[in-house]
C-alpha cells in the first residue's frame, strides 16, 4: 500500500498591538482595510477637529484620527473584521456606528452628520447599511468566511474558489513536482500565469511556475479578495487578476474546531472496469483517505496579544497501480553493479557508470554514513 502523510499549512500567529500600528504600511495595505469619510453638521456644513475612532469588537483594536479643514478623515491599516465607529466634537451629540465589517483591501466612505448637544448625548445607528466602496475604480469581488467554510470543495483546496469570481475559469492544474498545491486559472481571457497571490500581504507567488503556493486550508482562511480589473499600483505587478488573502487571527474569545474527513473503499461501489483478483471478483481501489485537524486561538493578554494555530493532517492509502518493484540485492548494495548495467538487464545493451566507478563498481568506503543509517 502506498502512504502519503502531508502536513498542510500548519500556522502559529501572534500579535501586540503595538505591531499592528508599527506595521509597514506598504505590505500592510494588501492584507488590511481602510475607511473615510467627511463630518458635517445638519446644515451640510464641515466639521474640522472632529475626533473619529475605529474598535475593533473582537480584539479590542483602537485607531483614532481628527477631521482636517474640510471635515475629511482617513483611517488606513485597519485588520480586516467587525468595528464600532465613533465620532466625538464638543457641542454636538456624538455619533455611533456599529456593524461595520471591514474586508481585506476594502477602501469603503462612511459619512456623518452630527446634530447639535452635549457629548453625552449619543445617537447610535446599527444594522448600517452594506457599505459602498467609491473610492476604488477596480472590479472585485471577496469570499468571505462562510462561503469557504461552507462550500464543498474537492479535497479542501481554497483554489477552487476563486472561479466564483467573475469570468474566472480554471485551465489546469500545476506540475505537482515544482508547484503542489497550485492551479492555472485564466481571469478574462488573461494567461493563467498571469495571476498574483498575495498572502497576508505578501507575495505568494510561485517563482518557478507563477502560480500560487499552496494556501492555508479553509478553516485558517478570514477571506481572500480576487481582483479581475482596474489593478492598482500595489496588486498590478501581474497582468490578469489579483487574490488576496488573508488568515484568522486570534481574539478576546477562546474558540476552535476540529475535523475529520474520511473517505474509504468500504463505503464505495467497485468500478465494474477494475481488474479481477485471484478469485475472480473485481478489485477495489483499497483507497483509504483521512484528513483531520483543526484550529484553536483566543487572547494570552486581552486587548493587546493574541494567539492563533491551524493544523490540517492528510493520510492516503491506496493500492498501487503496479505491483511490480524493484528491490537491490545485496550485491546492489554493497556497490556492485556489474550484473545490473549488463546487457543481460538492459535488453541487449551495456550500461557503464561515469568515472571514476571502474568496472561498474563503487567502494563502499565512498558511502554516505548518514544514508547509510537511513
Known amino acids: 500500500m502506498a502512504r502519503l502523510f502531508g502536513a498542510l499549512c500548519t500556522i502559529g500567529s501572534a500579535a501586540l498591538l503595538a505591531t499592528l500600528l508599527t506595521a509597514a504600511p506598504a505590505r500592510a495595505q494588501l492584507a488590511t482595510a481602510q475607511i473615510n469619510g467627511r463630518v458635517t453638521d445638519s446644515s451640510g456644513a464641515v466639521l474640522p477637529g472632529a475626533t473619529v475612532t475605529m474598535m475593533q469588537t473582537a480584539t479590542g483594536l483602537t485607531r483614532s484620527i481628527v477631521t482636517d479643514d474640510t471635515g475629511s478623515y482617513?483611517?488606513?491599516?485597519?485588520?480586516?473584521?467587525?468595528?464600532?465607529?465613533?465620532i466625538a466634537l464638543q457641542g454636538f451629540r456624538t455619533y455611533v456606528q456599529t456593524g461595520l465589517v471591514l474586508q481585506v483591501g476594502a477602501t469603503p466612505t462612511v459619512n456623518a452628520t452630527l446634530a447639535l448637544g452635549s457629548l453625552e448625548e449619543a445617537v447610535t445607528v446599527e444594522a448600517a447599511a452594506p457599505i459602498v466602496d467609491v473610492r476604488s475604480a477596480g472590479i472585485s469581488s471577496v469570499v468571505e468566511l462562510e462561503r469557504i467554510v461552507e462550500l464543498p470543495l474537492q479535497g479542501r483546496q481554497v483554489t477552487d474558489l476563486l472561479v466564483l469570481a467573475g469570468a474566472a475559469v480554471q485551465t489546469a492544474e500545476a506540475t505537482n513536482r515544482t508547484s503542489p498545491g497550485g492551479v492555472r486559472i485564466s481571469v478574462a481571457g488573461g494567461l493563467p500565469t498571469g495571476v498574483g497571490y498575495t498572502l497576508d500581504g505578501a507575495t505568494h507567488n510561485n517563482p518557478q511556475e507563477n502560480v500560487n503556493l499552496p494556501l492555508p486550508?479553509?478553516?485558517?482562511?478570514?477571506?481572500?479578495?480576487?481582483?479581475?480589473?482596474?489593478?492598482?499600483?500595489?496588486?498590478?505587478?501581474?497582468s490578469a487578476a489579483n487574490v488576496n488573502a488573508v488568515t484568522k487571527s486570534g481574539t478576546n474569545r477562546f474558540s476552535g474546531n476540529g475535523f475529520e474527513f474520511l473517505r474509504d473503499h468500504r463505503f464505495n461501489a467497485t468500478s465494474p472496469f477494475a481488474a479481477l483478483g485471484p478469485d475472480g471478483k473485481r478489485l477495489d481501489d483499497g483507497l483509504k483517505r483521512n484528513q483531520f485537524g483543526g484550529t484553536l486561538g483566543g487572547p494570552?493578554?486581552?486587548?493587546?496579544?493574541?494567539?492563533?494555530?491551524?493544523?490540517?493532517?492528510?493520510?492516503?492509502?491506496?493500492?498501487?497501480?503496479?505491483?511490480?518493484?524493484?528491490?537491490?540485492?545485496?550485491?546492489m548494495l554493497a556497490g556492485d553493479l556489474r550484473d545490473f548495467a549488463s546487457p543481460a538487464c538492459n535488453g541487449g545493451r551495456q550500461v557503464t557508470l561515469r568515472a571514476p566507478y571502474v568496472n561498474n563498481q563503487i567502494n563502499p568506503a565512498q558511502f554516505s554514513p548518514a544514508a547509510l543509517n537511513i
Do not use: C, M, W
Not at 217 to 238: I, K, Y
Open 300 to 331: 494570552i493578554v486581552k486587548d493587546r496579544l493574541f494567539f492563533f494555530g491551524a493544523y490540517q493532517g492528510t493520510v492516503l492509502k491506496q493500492r498501487p497501480a503496479s505491483n511490480i518493484a524493484y528491490v537491490p540485492t545485496p550485491t
Open 74 to 86: 482617513l483611517i488606513s491599516n485597519l485588520p480586516t473584521g467587525p468595528y464600532r465607529l465613533e
Open 217 to 238: 486550508f479553509p478553516d485558517a482562511l478570514q477571506e481572500f479578495r480576487v481582483a479581475t480589473s482596474g489593478l492598482t499600483a500595489q496588486n498590478g505587478v501581474h
